[in-house]
């Protein structure tokens, strides 16, 4: 779910394949679409405790756009600070995005310098260059 907030929620929008019943429901959406959601939302949620490694997480950082994640989504929690992690209810996520706007630009920064190393580590040749080291490493023992 990203959303726009001023003076409280304002603007859900929900992308995927599942409609969860609240929201401005998008459906599966173009990356050029996404893309432009991820510049102009101010928070990305991300309550899923099955999303995975969170690939979405990590893009909304890139672009600016703070995650909130849940204490149950091990895999966030390791990408995270605990500065955008907050307990799997709907009172915590409210308080959380409540906090956040206290300090804003702060935490906008923080997420910014997380999504910086992100794009290094998560670049296809990055990660080239590590399979292959790991290859060449295996080979000499």
């Given at each position: 779910a990203l959303l726009k907030?001023?003076?409280g929620i304002n603007d859900i929008k929900i992308c995927g394949s599942e409609d969860?019943?609240?929201?401005?429901?998008?459906n599966v959406i173009?990356?050029?679409e996404l893309n432009k959601l991820y510049n102009s939302s101010e928070f990305?949620?991300?309550p899923?405790?099955?999303e995975g490694l969170?690939?979405?997480m990590i893009e909304a950082v890139i672009c600016g756009s703070l995650p909130i994640t849940c204490s149950d989504n091990i895999t966030a929690k390791e990408f995270l600070p605990d500065d955008f992690i907050c307990e799997p209810n709907a009172i915590s996520i409210l308080d959380k995005i409540k906090e956040i706007e206290k300090n804003y630009d702060e935490k906008k920064n923080l997420a910014l310098k997380y999504?910086?190393?992100?794009?290094?580590?998560f670049d296809k040749i990055s990660i080239a260059k590590n399979i292959?080291?790991?290859f060449t490493s295996k080979q000499k023992l």
């Open positions: 907030t001023e003076n969860p019943g609240f929201g401005v429901y998008l173009t990356d050029q990305l949620l991300l899923s405790k099955a969170g690939l979405t999504g910086r190393k992100y794009k290094i580590q292959i080291n790991i």
